[in-house]
């Protein structure tokens, strides 16, 4: 084992060659330390791991034919050789039949586990992981389908460290509005996860926006940056604004004009965003006047 253990986590770019894509043990990595985070523990199990590990390589590895279990087991067994990851069976490498007979358990090593209980550390672990392996616009995709809260990961600032994110919210969101852009229906996939849609908050998190389904929005990458950019906002009956400072030449950037004044629909069971949070997004980031017809 190097004198530091991370260093070995966030080394494992080394086994990238001629731009071939091999994101197999970054994304069991990062897999792990969403389990760390939410539980305390990154055990998980192979029976977990077939089905959770092998969603993230077939969603966000390069195309492949493999099987999706193998695709599991290849980094399931081979990141026991960068010291980082051991099993509770001794398996041979990449082999499925081993892993399923005993439902093998993997987890970080001991010491390894003890360091990134720090959140700070586990933070900055997975964005180097992360980083190493992504481009940034798919930084915050990997990081929710691994378990991870991009929001988190990628820092509160030093005014509301005093806060912790729920690792969990954004995935619950999404699921809350049935993985559909809460604004225009939009709800794109690769395979199992959502591509280009983002857990919003109304209030933002900085300022004292809670981590509740009532201040959040399943929204498509274009919808979320626009009402965070004050473009589109919410009445507290639950329609859609758009600003009258916003303009546009295209038929496609003038559809947003279509969205003025559309009520939202949430499932039975979500809450609609509550009314303070609409007011607070009013007042602070809504722009200009609102568009009516
Ligand atoms: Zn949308």
Redesign the pocket.
Known sequence: MTADPLESLLDLRQHQRDGVRSPHKPLLVLLALGRLARTGSSEISWSEARVDLAALVTDFGPPSKTASAQKAAYPFTRLRSDMVWVLDADVPMDRVTPLAEQDVKGRFPELVERTLRDPAVLRATARGVVEAEFPPTLIPDVLTAAGLDPDEVYGTPAVVTTRRRNSAWPAQVLNAWDRQ??????DGQLGASSVGLEAAHIRWFNYEGPDDLNNGLA??S???KLLDRGVLGLTEDHRIQVSTDYTARTVTGRQIYELADRELRPRVGTPLPDPSHVRWHQSQVFKGLRLTG
Not at 181 to 186: D, E, K, M, P, S
């Open positions: 852009c809460a604004f225009c229906g939009f929204l498509c274009l919808h979320h």
